[in-house]
């Protein structure tokens, strides 16, 4: 979780992921984020995400992009 | 060029983009890109480095793109009009590099817009005029509304079809003329979380009479009051004022819109 925390931080600063519950629904991270996120993500984790993981509801908060990672870890 | 039949050879492509490193201006969903197949209108080549995305249209395609830094140049094959839209914030420099990158390959800048947004839970006061949703019926009034006051090609003006399930769906709400016709309409692309007011337009001979108020406030209430989002030409400076006027704020995004004849 740390690992994802700094990354998110770096990518899009000034956001409170460690407590945002609605990123997506909130309008708080958009769309083009994602895309940002995801390629930092596979890089860091060394996991594959396709263009069908982009759902708002596997990044509306930190927990469900760890969610995300982990299911792709398996 | 090479026409995509369906999203399953779509996705495996866009999924090749995904890594660090990749810049995009395609924020479509799985279903705007399969609206675009089901209509035939979607083009693609691929390049070491890059994959453009053709939504074809009457008389010119918009494009969508992925390039993956450093960009390596690639010839688009495409020699009709074309219109592009980059949109970032100041922190995105790989956006506007891109918006470098392809007016070397010959794009032009023609306006740029910015967004403006308005905070869930604000109303704004009714104009004089009553405001309704529109339904089926006003798909004639309000597609001539949309076709007299956007430009083709830069106004993202729906098709037939996407307007008839707008309409069908909600999405527009307009105020009558005396003759009982659609004089003005706002066009609402619904979000999670917030909403995009797509088009705002009163008939010239209706203008001045508070109609823009009336459907700006029908359509806050119709949307539960949600965050609205609308872009605005940085030229449009009545508009400006009229979203400004009623709460609306910058919130960082800017766009640039780019063409090639």
Same mark, same amino acid.
């Not at chain 2, 970032?88 to 918006?99: M, N």
């Not at chain 2, 009034?141 to 069908?168: K, Q, S, W, Y």
């Not at chain 2, 709400?173 to 005396?178: F, K, M």
């Given at each position: 979780? #740390?690992? %994802?925390?700094?990354?998110?931080?770096?990518?899009?600063?000034?956001?409170? +992921?460690?407590? &945002?519950?609605?990123?997506? =629904?909130?309008?708080?991270? #958009?769309? %083009?984020?994602?895309?940002?996120?995801?390629?930092?993500?596979?890089?860091? +984790?060394?996991? &594959?995400?396709?263009?069908? =993981?982009?759902?708002?509801?596997?990044?509306?908060?930190?927990?469900?992009?760890?969610?995300?990672?982990?299911?792709?870890?398996? | 060029?090479?026409?995509?039949?369906?999203?399953?050879?779509?996705?495996?492509?866009?999924?090749?983009?995904?890594?660090?490193?990749?810049?995009?201006?395609?924020?479509?969903?799985?279903?705007?890109?399969?609206?675009?197949?089901?209509?035939?209108?979607?083009?693609?080549?691929?390049?070491?480095?890059?994959?453009?995305?053709?939504?074809?249209?009457?008389?010119?395609?918009?494009?969508?793109?992925?390039?993956?830094?450093?960009?390596?140049?690639?010839?688009?094959?495409?020699?009709?009009?074309?219109?592009?839209?980059?949109?970032?914030?100041?922190?995105?420099?790989?956006?506007?590099?891109?918006?470098?990158?392809?007016?070397?390959?010959g794009f032009q800048d023609l306006f740029r817009r910015e967004r403006l947004a308005l905070p869930k839970g604000t109303a704004v006061p009714s104009g004089p005029l009553a405001?309704?949703?529109?339904?089926?019926?006003?798909?004639?009034?309000?597609?001539?509304?949309?076709?007299?006051?956007?430009?083709?090609?830069?106004?993202?003006?729906?098709?037939?079809?996407?307007?008839?399930?707008?309409?069908?769906?909600?999405?527009?709400?307009?105020?009558?003329?005396?003759?009982?016709?659609?004089?003005?309409?706002?066009?609402?692309?619904?979000?999670?979380?917030?909403?995009?007011?797509?088009?705002?337009?009163?008939?010239?001979?209706?203008?001045?009479?508070?109609?823009?108020?009336?459907?700006?406030?029908?359509?806050?209430?119709?949307?539960?009051?949600?965050?609205?989002?609308?872009?605005?030409?940085?030229?449009?400076?009545?508009?400006?004022?009229?979203?400004?006027?009623?709460?609306?704020?910058?919130?960082?995004?800017?766009?640039?819109?780019?063409?090639?004849?």
């Open positions: 979780m #740390e690992q %994802l925390l700094k990354i998110l931080n770096e990518t899009c600063p000034g956001i409170d +992921f460690a407590h &945002e519950t609605a990123l997506i =629904d909130d309008g708080i991270l #958009e769309s %083009l984020d994602i895309v940002t996120i995801v390629g930092e993500i596979m890089d860091e +984790f060394g996991v &594959e995400l396709s263009v069908d =993981d982009l759902l708002p509801e596997n990044f509306n908060s930190v927990q469900a992009m760890m969610a995300l990672i982990d299911s792709r870890r398996d | 060029m090479k026409r995509i039949e369906c999203y399953e050879e779509l996705a495996p492509l866009l999924t090749a983009q995904l890594g660090r490193g990749v810049v995009t201006n395609a924020a479509l969903t799985p279903e705007d890109w399969r609206r675009e197949i089901a209509a035939g209108a979607l083009w693609r080549q691929s390049w070491e480095g890059g994959l453009a995305l053709l939504r074809r249209r009457a008389g010119h395609a918009v494009l969508n793109f992925y390039l993956r830094e450093p960009v390596v140049p690639g010839d688009l094959a495409w020699d009709g009009p074309t219109v592009l839209e980059i949109a970032a914030r100041p922190r995105d420099g790989g956006l506007l590099r891109a918006a470098d990158f392809w007016r070397g390959q405001a309704r949703i529109a339904g089926a019926a006003d798909a004639g009034a309000v597609g001539t509304l949309l076709r007299e006051n956007f430009d083709p090609m830069t106004g993202c003006i729906p098709t037939e079809e996407e307007l008839a399930h707008d309409l069908e769906a909600g999405h527009v709400v307009c105020v009558d003329g005396p003759d009982g016709e659609a004089a003005g309409l706002l066009h609402i692309a619904p979000g999670r979380g917030s909403t995009q007011l797509r088009h705002l337009a009163v008939g010239e001979t209706h203008r001045r009479q508070g109609g823009a108020q009336s459907l700006l406030a029908r359509y806050l209430e119709h949307t539960g009051f949600a965050k609205s989002l609308v872009w605005v030409r940085t030229d449009n400076e009545p508009g400006r004022r009229f979203y400004t006027k009623n709460g609306y704020a910058p919130d960082g995004w800017a766009s640039a819109v780019l063409y090639r004849p």
